[in-house]
């Protein structure tokens, strides 16, 4: 057990670029928990809010202002951090404090608490005595609100190692299809750039985007649903148009109506053998979620910006049967205590989690534990971009360590 001694706040940049906030919490004077909050692009209308009036700075003036009432506190006390944090805030949304700085302030205790002990933080975060890798997701491709005009409408096409064997096979078979796509697009569309994820992001309409995909796969001699899987974040919220009551699919140039849009999804899941489907349709449709949800009972048709890490929502797609699995994301919720009170709900329904990075990331790694210390089956974390391959890296070092063997089953 030890005690929280100081707390220091900074504004730092993400990968994107962005103001974000860092946060150091030191225990018994020697134990220091550091985490930088991520931010996402394509933003369910739900989630707790980043930053009050969108300022990381307010969050960090909130900070200074308040630290004092963290000061003495065990800093493995997450329920008692997180009621301290969320009477400072005031609102159902974090808008008082940003979600970010939860965020921030609740890991970097956890992170600090495990050193403390000289655990690892999956081990702190969980009364388990045995961990599984979750499989590593990974983009290949990007479009919609991850990439500039011209590229797919859909968001990300995703790749899943549903054959490795071990977390190192499966990090590398991941590379080896980000790689072998880079060379057939070379022939495609030598332009391309690349996506906020370190996908590519050619200058292609939606479905050939899925098929040079299915391509690298092939010429790497990989079945699809054997060795490798597809999967899809179709962040369908970005082409819902409410005054239309379509989704507008702006680049291609069709539009869906809901009904259209479980067709061209249905299609997408059978022809491509996807493992995953992310937010198929918009955020508020959870009885078409429902449809595609039975009609799909082999993979994991999945809530995003449908269930945004908020538990309440979560009940209710449980109760509709909208998703058989869900991202957890803890900016999303705002504190870690919130995102774990989630994967709990969902654990106890069968709802499988992916525990997921944001498109504008910093370089830290906790997502990791907290993947393994959730049970997650996935980590949705990027191929390559430092960011995404320091999630990677962390789950490697992690394979030194003999409380956790073999990898999830999905
Ligand atoms: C998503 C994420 C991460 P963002 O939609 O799932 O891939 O993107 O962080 O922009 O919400
Ligand atoms: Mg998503």
Redesign the pocket.
Known sequence: MAKITSIKGRILYNSRGSKTIEVDVTSDRNFLGRVCAPS????GKHEAVSFPNGRPEDSLRVLNENSEKLIGLESSDLRQIHDVLKKMDGTQNYSGIGGSLAFAVTIASMESAAKASDQQLFQTLSSESLFKFPFPLG?ILGGG??AGPGTPDI??VLICPTGSKTIEDAVKTNLAVHKELQKILLKEDPDFTNG??GGWAPKLKNREALEVSAKACESLGFTLGKEVSLGV?F?SSTQWNEEKQKYVYERAGFENTAEEQIDFVADIIDKFKLIYA?DAVHEEAFDDMSELTSKFPNSLVTG?DLTVTNKNILAKAIEKKSCNAA?LKVNQAGSLFDALEFADLANRNNIRLIT?????ESTDSQISHIGLATKSKIL?VGVVGGERVAKLNELLRLSEHDLICGMAEI
């Open positions: 996402g692009a394509s933003v983009n609100a991850h968001q990300e906020d994820e974040d962040a992310e995003d991202i997921s990075h944001r498109s504008g949705k």
